[in-house]
């Protein structure tokens, strides 16, 4: 599997992911520890592909890795000391921005920024912001990373396999990990409640068969029913195309290369392209071995352009499932108004 969340969000290819070093001062009284009744549900005890995690009291200093448990750290109300940097969708310092806009609308500091490296997480820097739980519930860290990090502070990994926890999951294990069962659930309810209007107000998406690819670095990756991003695009009423499984490699956990000699067999209704610009987009759609992809063949491709819009919905979190959906189902409407 790659190593770092590059590939967890656009390409799943060999990713470089550059070590952001600028880190903001967190401020310790912007960081809300679980509230009194989320306090008494301590300790928990959280089941991880790694073992068991047992948080004896409410958490107050709080690191997070990888990708969504900031965003779902901060949707129950507690901002993290520390988070790690995105490169990819983030800013100059690596914050994405759904969580600059979240934290400006709660007042409250940017954490300081944890270096995202390529091949193991940044100790040191963790280690300073002295915290008490470290949340990578959607990442790629390994077993022995895990107990590097297990020596720093209790560290709650992903449930089973690296980079493909459900978003879902990722909330509620956040929300219990931190007192906070209430107020994942409420965000869980309201983020549901958007989406269902969203696949009401688009019958059109109902039933249609989807296959989620991205074309990078000269290899086409194929995204598997385990991917955060393909699950929520069911929820929007769309089913996995069949041949999504038939020709898996068996890769990984969430996707697979397809050579592009057998990418004709891809059939599906609507196709999901992902690409960092226009220009990689236009330049995939007009190649010929695109041009053999049956949805292509018929104009029925969303094409999701821009690492922004990329990031927000592959994969989706608490925070920009919302900020990205409108332009999304936008795309995915008008590719399905291309099926016959």
């Known amino acids: 599997m790659p190593s770092r969340p590059r590939l967890a969000l656009i390409a799943t290819a060999a990713v470089t992911l550059l070590a952001l070093s600028g880190c903001a001062p967190a401020s ?3 960081t809300a520890p679980a509230d009194d009744t989320g306090a008494s549900s301590f300790p928990v005890s959280i089941e991880h592909a790694f073992g068991d995690t047992k948080i004896e009291e409410a958490p107050e200093r709080v690191v997070t890795l990888g990708w969504g448990s900031t965003d779902a750290a901060i949707a129950v109300g507690v901002v993290p000391v520390g988070m790690e940097a995105q490169s990819y969708g983030g800013d100059e310092n690596g914050v994405l921005p759904w969580v600059a806009e979240a934290l400006e609308d709660l007042d409250a500091d940017t954490p300081a920024i944890i270096p995202s ?4 997480p940044a100790y040191e820097d963790i280690a300073e912001q002295s915290p008490d739980l470290i949340l990578a519930v959607y990442s790629g860290i390994t077993e022995e990373q895990y107990d590097l990090l297990s020596e720093i502070a209790p560290t709650v990994a992903y449930p089973d396999a690296p980079w493909s926890t459900p978003w879902t999951d990722v909330v509620t294990t956040v929300g219990e990990a931190l007192g906070k069962t209430a107020e994942a ?6 983020i549901a409640a958007i989406t269902a209007e969203q696949a009401e107000a688009h019958p059109e998406l109902a ?3 989807v296959a989620a690819v991205a074309d990078f670095g000269g290899k086409f990756y194929v995204y598997k ?6 699950d929520f695009l069911f929820d929007l009423g769309l089913v996995d195309a069949p041949a999504v499984e038939e020709l898996s490699t068996g890769d990984s ?4 290369e397809l050579s592009y000699e057998e990418v004709d067999k891809l059939e599906s209704d609507i196709l999901v392209s992902y690409s960092d610009t226009a220009e990689a987009e236009s330049a995939f759609l007009s190649s010929s071995y695109a041009k053999t992809i049956p949805a292509v063949a018929s104009g029925a491709v969303a094409s999701v352009v821009g ?3 990329i990031a927000a919905v592959s994969p989706p979190s608490a925070l920009s499932l919302t900020w990205g959906l409108e332009d999304y189902v936008a795309l995915l409407s008008t590719a399905a108004s291309a099926v016959e």
């Open 117 to 120: 490296t390529v091949e193991e």
């Open 185 to 190: 659930e409420t965000v869980l309810n309201d």
């Open 253 to 256: 956990s969430f996707y697979y």
């Open 28 to 30: 310790a009284d912007k």
């Open 225 to 230: 029913g385990a991917d955060s991003r393909v």
């Open 207 to 209: 039933g249609k068969t």
């Open 307 to 309: 690492v922004e819009l």
